[in-house]
């Protein structure tokens, strides 16, 4: 059976690709990905000094013999008040490698669950102008689960700033679109220009590509040949 998605604002359904959206999920991967996105966005600017780098410390606090204490050569040590610490943070990046392709199986995995669980949803995207309240009256009678996650296209801005005033809602792009994102959201809504653009980065792009070519295709045969005639 096809897998599809209703129109939300508008009758009817709206067709997904298997390749994209009937994948089988596999919890292990989902958790690795996730665990990598949220990685990468850590800044890693901690730092702290060593006692080669805090200010002071440098004449021996007391004569090396007859204190009847234990030698030192400097404040700034370790187990001083004010020393340098050992072995702390240092700036460094959290992120961890990924394969291109694992990334983009988990992507389509976490979308599955979306439409094995009748939670997706696909409007047109055309706002003629930025009104939350077209926002609120467009989702009012699909779904109230929250929260929701508003996949649009880079061009439809005013899509975007009506939903992103909307209470546990986040705006993004395909682009932005990541694993966790899309785990996150218990209500997916995606612009016609959206689905269309995860067909083609995550589903088959030759079929994409030859629905796309074949009204050009079309127009080349309608042309009529140019004949010997014409040419002389």
Known sequence: MA????????????????????VEARESLLHEMVRAEQASR????HSTK????????????????????ARQGTTRAAQFAGGGVVFGPQPR???????????????????SL???SDSIGVFDGAFDAPRTKDAVAL??????DRPLVVVIDDVEDAAAYSFRNLPKTVVLTVDELGVEAILWARSLLLSEAALDRIHWVL??????????????????EAEPAATEEDES
Do not use: C
């Not at 392709?101 to 992507?107: M, T």
């Not at 989702?139 to 109230?144: L, N, P, Q, V």
């Open 42 to 45: 850590r800044q890693g600017t």
């Open 203 to 220: 589903g088959e792009r030759e079929a994409v590509a030859v629905t796309a070519d074949a009204p050009a295709a079309e127009e080349a």
């Open 114 to 116: 979306h439409a094995a």
């Open 139 to 144: 989702i009012a009678k699909w779904r109230e």
């Open 3 to 22: 897998l599809q998605a209703p129109n939300v604002g508008g009758k009817g359904k709206t067709a997904l690709q298997d390749a994209v959206f009937g």
């Open 93 to 111: 990046s959290y992120a961890v490698k990924v394969n291109r392709k694992a990334y983009l199986k988990a992507r389509r995995m976490a979308l």
């Open 50 to 69: 060593t006692r080669g780098e805090v200010a002071g410390g440098r004449a021996k606090p007391f004569r090396q013999k007859g204190t009847g204490r």
